[in-house]
Nanobody, 124 residues
Framework: QLQASGGGLVQAGGSLRLSCAASGRTFSSYDMAWFRQAPGKEREFVVAIRSSGGSTYYADSVKGRFTISRDNAKNTVYLQMNSLKPEDTAVYYC???????????????????WGQGTLVTVSS
C-alpha cells in the first residue's frame, strides 16, 4: 500500500516536496516512480528510482528541477520539486513495481501498486 502526501498550492517558481510512504518489508526491492495526470490528459511519467543501485531517470520536462530520492529505512520515496511552473499542475501519483526490466520504467502499466494521488497546483 502506498500513501502519497505533500501536494498543495504554490506560486510559479516555488517548491514542494512530495512523499510516498509504503507499507511492507520489501520496499527496497521495488522500483519507485512518480507519474502525474493533468485534467483531460493521460498519466505521464515524471521520474523513477531503481531498487538496486538507486539509479534515477527523469522526464525531460522536469530534468534539473525535480529530484527523486528514497529512504529504504523509512519505506519512503520523496520528490523534491523546485522552480515549479503552471504546467506542472497535476495530480501526482507514486507507483511501485518489482521484477521488471529497465526499458519499461516509464510505462505506467508496468507498475504493480499505486498511491491515491496528491494534487499539485502551480499558480502563475
Amino acid at each position: 500500500q502506498l500513501q502519497a502526501s505533500g501536494g498543495g498550492l504554490v506560486q510559479a517558481g516555488g517548491s514542494l516536496r512530495l512523499s510516498c510512504a509504503a507499507s511492507g518489508r520489501t520496499f527496497s526491492s521495488y522500483d519507485m516512480a512518480w507519474f502525474r495526470q493533468a485534467p483531460g490528459k493521460e498519466r505521464e511519467f515524471v521520474v523513477a528510482i531503481r531498487s538496486s543501485g538507486g539509479s534515477t531517470y527523469y522526464a525531460d520536462s522536469v530534468k534539473g528541477r525535480f529530484t527523486i530520492s528514497r529512504d529504504n529505512a523509512k519505506n519512503t520515496v520523496y520528490l523534491q520539486m523546485n522552480s515549479l511552473k503552471p504546467e506542472d499542475t497535476a495530480v501526482y501519483y507514486c507507483g511501485a513495481r518489482t521484477g521488471k526490466i529497465l526499458s519499461t520504467l516509464r510505462f505506467a502499466y508496468t507498475y504493480d501498486y499505486w498511491g491515491q494521488g496528491t494534487l499539485v497546483t502551480v499558480s502563475s
